[in-house]
């Protein structure tokens, strides 16, 4: 009998409620003994996320969320900033204690088996990704997947993006790239340095196939069965709390 | 106020920011799209900055990962001397 973990599917909520139910998850995997878990999910509206240690006025084009109506919101873990674009990416996060045989201890290990499990799911699509570190998936040499871990609370916490057909004119309209890190990589364009599935594959592929796909390649790599739930009484409370510091600007704009 | 970028080999991107006040160092800000866990161990190091003399800032970063648990990832501990330093020179 296969082990199960519990699937969160497609939900599509506000980014101060995205990142309070994965806060949440993490909090209650122990204390409240919940199972393992993996969601898939969408941003409603459209939003850019940012790394806990990067400075939103650096990173983000203010204006610019502004006039598209899209939020700006700080994660809890480190990385990049990310532009979560309603029609066209999937955000993925999993979540399993620090000490569960699945899980390896070493961080860099850990990051390279849960990008696997999206590379497999991508596979299933026909897409050729690979986990390149620090902590991206490329496919053709570029970007089709960034990835954050966080360790907290005795768990490992790690969410992403699937770019599916992420609208990258905007996605370089609301964030704002660095001098340095242009300037490292001047041979191609910025623009160049990123794809999607519908890029990549020529065609576009629906939210299900992706899903399905996606759903796949973690139940492979991980060998269990996700098995479909809801959140618990206990984390929808704490999700309620969070949501009120993920929204707040002393949160978003504290760097 | 002083500011500073550094491209870290492999990808990670670090800035500091900061203030002089005779010898020390104050105001400090440290940003960038790296990992340390926990998260607000940051918080911490920029206060251990503050105020600090700028001649000990190799000394003081040390002595800070050295008695703190904190995991780094993407970034090692001699890129944080390094970009502060850099803001310093700016």
Not at chain 1, 27 to 39: C, D, F, G, I, S
Not at chain 1, 199 to 216: C, M, Q
Not at chain 2, 73 to 84: A, L, N, P, S
Request: hydrophobic fraction near 40%.
């Amino acid at each position: 009998m296969k082990e199960t973990w519990r699937l969160i599917d497609m939900r599509i909520e506000d980014a101060p409620t995205q990142m309070a139910i994965d806060e949440a998850i993490a909090m209650a995997r122990l204390k409240e003994n919940t199972p393992n878990t993996v969601r898939l999910y969408r941003w409603n509206p459209s939003a850019v996320s940012i790394g806990y240690f990067q400075s939103v006025e650096k990173e983000v084009n203010l204006p610019a969320c502004e006039e598209h109506g899209v939020d700006v919101i700080r994660r809890i873990t480190g990385g990049g900033a990310v532009y979560h674009d309603y029609d066209g990416e999937i955000t993925y996060s999993v979540v399993a204690p620090e000490a569960d045989p699945k899980m390896p201890a070493d961080i860099l290990e850990s990051y390279e088996l849960i990008c696997g499990a999206i590379a497999n799911g991508l596979a299933v699509l026909g897409v050729d990704a690979q986990f390149k570190p620090v902590n991206d998936i490329v496919a053709g040499g570029k970007k089709i997947s960034g990835n954050a871990q966080t360790r907290r609370h005795g768990v490992v916490l790690q969410h992403g993006t699937v770019l599916v057909d992420s609208d990258i004119k905007r996605m370089f309209q609301v964030l704002r790239v660095s001098d340095a890190k242009i300037s490292d990589k001047l041979i191609q364009a910025v623009e160049d340095r990123v794809t999607n599935l519908r890029r990549y594959l020529g065609h576009r592929v629906g939210f299900d196939e992706a899903r399905k796909a996606l759903i796949k390649g973690f139940e492979d790599t991980f060998d269990v069965a996700l098995q479909p739930g809801e959140l618990t009484d206990a984390e929808n409370r704490l999700v309620k709390r969070l949501h009120d510091k993920y929204s707040s600007r002393e949160w978003v704009f504290q760097r | 106020m002083k500011r500073a970028e550094y491209k870290i080999p492999g990808g990670k991107l670090l800035a500091a920011e900061l203030d002089v006040e005779g010898d020390r160092m104050i105001g400090v800000k440290i940003t960038g799209d790296f990992f340390m866990h926990p998260e607000t161990s940051i918080i911490e190091l920029e206060k251990t900055l503050e105020g600090a003399p700028t001649a000990d800032l190799e000394k003081t970063v040390n002595r800070f990962f050295r008695e703190n648990d904190v995991t780094l990832f993407g970034i090692h501990v001699e890129d944080f001397v390094k970009v502060v330093r850099m803001a310093l020179e700016s």
